[in-house]
């Protein structure tokens, strides 16, 4: 057991799920809940779901090739270790794939990046960074492609993307904050 404590559930917005969140066990979600908070914030519908590509191999096959029936449009996966969750998925759907390294205790996330970076030709995972900052960045990511396609969503991320512009121009000088 850890020390930390788990980040609370989120809710996801109401409507359709757009953006499956998979992970390879409980203690993954201290890491994947800020894509699932990124989603929220965006107004994003989503789903989350435990899924081992270990543990229960044909719980991830029955979620990956029935996603996009489900009406998901971008899976993201996330798995420390071995890490095979990501390429797993990706081999059984069409939907893009964006895989999270989870940060281990053995290799600091090391292997896990390494796994889900390198898939074979004609399996595509796009990898996200190491940890939180991958987990937020793949909710972002998502949020770019469901973008394509929704003017309001757009907006939002334009939004997003000027707020943080103007807090960096706010704050110019290195140990000075607003």
Known sequence: MSNHPQPAPI?????TPKVGIIMGSQSDWATMSEAANLLAQFGVPFECEVVSAHRTPDKLFDYAKSAKDKGLAIIIAGAGGAAHLPGMCASQTPLPVLGVPVKSSTLSGWDSLLSIVQMPKGVAVGTLAIGTAGAFNAGLLAVQILSLHDEA???????FRQTQTDGVLANPTPGLIG
């Open 11 to 15: 809710a996801s917005p109401v409507g």
């Open 153 to 159: 969503l757009a907006a939002k991320l334009d939004n």
